[in-house]
């Protein structure tokens, strides 16, 4: 468990860090934990906006020490920096916390205004504490400043903001499995959760987890960066890929030795990558995510990774999760060309990745889809950045026997009609044909006139992908080794999984 704000504070401020910058989404509920923190040690502390201006104490009744007469209708950003000398006292440090300050820090006055102070706060132990939703400093203060997070509350503090509102989750029947309300809550704010707990009890009369979750998929919406996946697919109606399937339910079964980390899936399209994602979180019993690359490149210095450690955190406080990226070639495709048709920012945000997915601890299991390996640069596909990189090729008879059943039966279709040739074909396209079929109210041989497969349009395309995934992917229909060999438009599949000792992937 991660250190409470309050102790991470403490620390800086023995240390003399005399800026200290909190990125928080929360800012009374740090500023309430900065309270606490000075009272208990004594400490002399005042808070700014530029709505209520200087309110020594933050706004409390007293203040112990007490502080200097202030004026507390001063919104003038600049006279705000100016306070905290004010605040000094001999062994007592002083915090002045000013809310949303990045907001002014394109002036250049108020820049060497708190350049000075901070300098200042070194020698007399004053210390300029600023709460913002984002790291925004210009080039002048960026080694002056420490940055702190103040994380999502976790799933004890969840538990005391439910009994706050009179809701206890322990107290619940068996039935409602107590732990689903607290991992439907995993990933909101203080504030959002005790509005998903409060619509809860008014419309469910308790705390209901499929409330909540409607709720909080509205939220990761807004954000724009990750959304909350609520489809229904399961195994069943995905047919073929029965490795990858194995592979991914193993990996994350309860109570395993290992962390998993995720997979990365190759193919052309429609050959099942992104449906097998939407599965795998009701296969898992997990939440599936749904990370947009495109939505965090920023086109500001550092905006792209303040949007990285946004959707990260919001997915490890969800976790346990899946965490589906799809297309994530196209997402990279400028880091390829040395990252200087974008001005970099593909590159940041390729290095932010790389990092978390190399490092990271939590129980997010990530599912990486790609089209174009030449897209991605190499050492994004090597050992614990996933956990296996898998190739999907065109299933085999018996695979597109089952895919068939599959969607016939979903669209009603005669299961004596005859079907068309399909040698070239996805999964994708065995499903096209038969929603053209009961769109048309057509036999299927006369809806397969309107489909086009891709192994035929990207011929070229698919032979290149596939002799680069022969021998250094592993095979998604059978357990081993990709290997298969460069083939003409029309010749039927040939690949095999070659069967190895695991040691060896």
């Known amino acids: 468990m991660s250190q409470p704000l309050g102790e991470t504070l403490a620390d800086y401020v023995r240390a003399c860090f005399a ?92 820049v060497e205004a708190t350049i000075r102070q901070i300098q200042r706060g070194k020698r007399h132990r004053t210390f300029v504490v600023v709460l913002a939703p984002t790291v925004d400093l210009p080039r002048e203060l960026e080694k002056l400043f420490v940055v702190l997070e103040h994380e999502l509350p976790d799933r004890e503090q969840l538990a005391e903001i439910a009994r706050e509102l009179g809701a206890d989750p322990a107290e619940l029947p068996e039935g409602e499995e107590r732990g689903a309300v607290l991992d439907a809550a995993a990933g909101l704010t203080r504030y959002e959760a005790e509005g998903a707990f409060a619509l809860s009890l008014v419309r469910d009369g308790t705390l209901a987890p499929r409330t909540i979750w409607r709720l909080k998929a509205q939220q990761l919406a807004q954000a724009g960066l990750l959304s909350l996946y609520d489809g229904g697919e399961r195994f069943a109606e995905l047919g073929g890929l029965a490795a990858l399937k194995a592979f991914c339910l193993r990996a994350l079964r309860p109570h395993r030795p290992a962390r998993a980390h995720g997979v990365l899936l190759l193919s052309q399209p429609g050959c099942g990558k992104s449906a097998f994602c939407k599965a795998l979180g009701n296969e898992a019993g997990r939440p599936t995510l749904r990370l947009d690359v495109g939505a965090l490149l920023g086109s500001l210095v550092g905006q792209t990774e303040a949007n990285v450690r946004r959707a990260i955190a919001a997915a490890e406080a969800m976790a346990p999760c899946v965490l589906m990226i799809d297309e994530i070639d196209k997402g990279l495709a400028g880091v390829r060309g040395g990252g200087q048709a974008d001005g970099g920012v593909a590159a940041r945000l390729f290095g932010a990745l790389l990092t ?88 299927l041989v006369e809806a397969a006139q309107h489909v086009v497969p891709v192994a035929i349009a990207a011929a070229e395309a698919m032979r290149e992908l596939r002799q680069w995934a ?36």
């Not at 004010?86 to 000013?98: E, G, K, S, T, Y």
């Not at 300050?101 to 108020?110: D, K, N, Q, V």
């Not at 296996?388 to 299961?415: C, M, N, S, T």
């Not at 095979?475 to 190895?500: F, H, K, L």
């Open 356 to 443: 978390w997915l190399a490092d990271r601890t939590s129980d997010v299991f990530v599912v990486a889809t790609a089209n174009d390996v030449r897209q991605l640069p190499a050492e994004f596909t090597r050992a614990e950045r996933f956990d296996g990189v898998f190739f999907i090729d065109l299933p085999d008879r018996q695979e597109k026997d089952a895919i068939w059943g599959i969607h016939r039966a979903a669209y009603a279709l005669e299961a004596a009609q005859a079907r068309p040739g399909d040698d070239e074909w996805t999964g994708a396209e065995i499903k096209s044909c038969c929603r053209l079929a009961a769109l048309l109210e057509a036999p």
């Open 470 to 505: 022969s021998g250094r992917c592993l095979a998604a229909d059978r357990p081993g080794i990709y290997a298969g060999e460069a083939r003409s438009p029309g010749a039927s599949p040939r690949r095999r999984g070659i069967r190895i000792d695991p040691s060896a992937n």
């Open 19 to 110: 800026g200290i910058w909190i990125l928080t989404d929360e800012q009374d509920d740090a500023l309430a934990a900065i309270a606490r923190l000075c009272r208990d040690e004594g400490w002399r502390w005042a808070a700014w906006d530029v709505d209520a201006g200087f309110s020594p104490g933050g706004g409390e009744a007293r203040a112990d020490p007490p502080l200097p007469a202030c004026d507390a209708t001063a919104t003038d950003p600049l006279a705000a920096v100016r306070t905290a000398s004010r605040l000094a006292a001999d062994d007592v440090p002083a915090l002045l916390v000013l809310r949303n300050f990045h907001r002014f820090l394109g002036s250049a006055e108020i």
